[in-house]
């Protein structure tokens, strides 16, 4: 933490759908350009960062092909495709010369170094992004548990989920023009009331070890850093 920023160091979970932008699939370059200038901005503030990608950009155009596929070789399926989008916001982030490195929950050889929790400690103090793909390595997991989990080893100080909108709200604001966003919530109001913020295994891990989760808009420019300052952005559920 410095006298700055609300928190030393962070852990955002991206959606791999965030990088299509208004394309059907893939990654937009613009879109990617974007993310990586609002994350670099939050690097210079001095705040560590590791970032949990998802893979449904990519995974959507293959999804089909999974019919009939037993759920494990389907879930390695997905896992290889966060692994592709961790590798490309890696290296968009080093054309911002931002100094990243990608480990995966899956030995992948020389594409990606292999997670392990010290290493990745020690990129963090370094002032390395750390982008963890192929979520937790196992299948029956989602990457919003990988977000959970890969917060609570690193020992960040939030969660940081992105979404499309600015928090969470009663309903559906893309469908519901008096939706009212939440500016706190428990745990378990989040249970108990269903609301879509990340799967049930995620908000319980965050739960029962006591870690912070807030959720805000990736879209919105400067964002993220205003968060990281202390600024009122998205929901905070604690």
Do not use: W
Request: some cysteine; charged content about 25%; overall charge negative.
């Amino acid at each position: 933490m410095t006298d700055q920023t609300a928190y030393k160091r962070v852990l955002l979970k991206l959606s791999g759908e965030a990088l299509m932008g208004d394309d059907a699939f893939g990654i937009n370059h613009d879109v990617l350009k974007r993310f990586t200038t609002e994350l670099k901005s939050v690097s210079d503030t001095g705040v560590q960062m590791a970032i949990v990608i998802g893979g449904g950009n990519l995974f959507r155009g293959v999804a089909s092909a999974t019919n009939g596929m037993d759920r494990p070789t389907a879930d390695y399926m997905g896992m290889l495709a966060t692994v592709m989008n961790a590798l490309a916001l890696a290296d968009a982030l080093k054309q911002q010369d931002m100094a990243a490195v990608v480990m995966s929950g899956l030995p992948v050889g020389p594409v990606a170094e292999t997670y392990d929790r010290n290493k990745a400690l020690n990129y963090l103090n370094d002032g390395v992004a750390v982008i963890f793909g192929a979520g937790t390595g196992n299948p029956f997991f989602t990457t919003d548990t990988a977000a959970s989990l890969r917060g609570l080893e690193i020992d960040a100080d939030v969660v940081f989920k992105a979404t499309k909108v600015n928090g969470v709200y009663d309903k559906d604001p893309m469908k519901h023009s008096d939706a009212k966003r939440y500016d706190t919530l428990s745990y378990d109001e989040v249970l108990e009331k269903r609301l879509a913020v990340m799967d049930a295994t995620a908000i319980a891990l965050c739960r029962d070890n006591n870690m912070v989760l807030r959720v805000l808009s990736i879209n919105e420019q400067g964002s993220l850093l205003r968060a990281i300052r202390g600024g009122d952005e998205g929901t905070i559920v604690k």
